[in-house]
């Protein structure tokens, strides 16, 4: 799954290029994931895996203390995290919770359905990412 966060924050990094919102990348991926895995599991559903996602993350992202998951699944970023969203903090916060989030899918759904799920919403940086894992496998 290391493999696929990387391309798909490439990804979303290429999208806001020009918007100034790069280190928000991994949030982006949450983000993105939200409207899919809401049809999926609910609003409540998508919250509580969003939120054991952001437990989890915080052990490697402290700075993940200064975002909310409001009750739509969206974040809330307080003063103290957006001043640091030019950091690299920043950025390896929003990519920690990614991590967690997919990892968490794998686990509930299964990697097929996750991968699948993955290139539905972004098809091209799904298929490179699977390409260039070949036949190994991550954790």
């Known amino acids: ?13 290429r ?3 020009d918007s100034g919102q ?3 990348a ?3 991926i949450c983000e993105k994931l939200r409207r899919p895995l809401c049809t999926f599991t609910g609003v409540a559903g998508f919250r509580a895996l969003l939120s054991r996602a952001m437990v989890l ?7 993940l203390d200064g975002v909310q998951i409001m009750p739509d699944g969206t974040f809330l970023y307080s003063d103290a995290f957006k001043a640091q969203l030019t950091s ?3 950025a390896r916060a929003g ?13 509930f759904i299964g990697e097929a359905l996750t991968l699948r799920l993955v ?21």
């Open 26 to 28: 991994g949030f982006q």
């Open 15 to 17: 999208i806001e290029n």
């Open 57 to 63: 993350a915080k052990a490697k992202a402290p700075l």
């Open 119 to 139: 290139h539905d919403v972004w098809p091209k940086a799904a298929t490179t990412a699977l390409k260039s894992r070949g036949n190994t496998h991550e954790k």
């Open 95 to 107: 990519e920690a919770l990614a991590k967690q989030l997919l990892g968490l899918l794998v686990i």
């Open 88 to 90: 690299d903090d920043a």
């Open 1 to 13: 799954m290391k493999t696929l966060v990387r391309h798909l924050i490439a990804e979303e990094r």
């Open 22 to 24: 790069q280190n928000l």
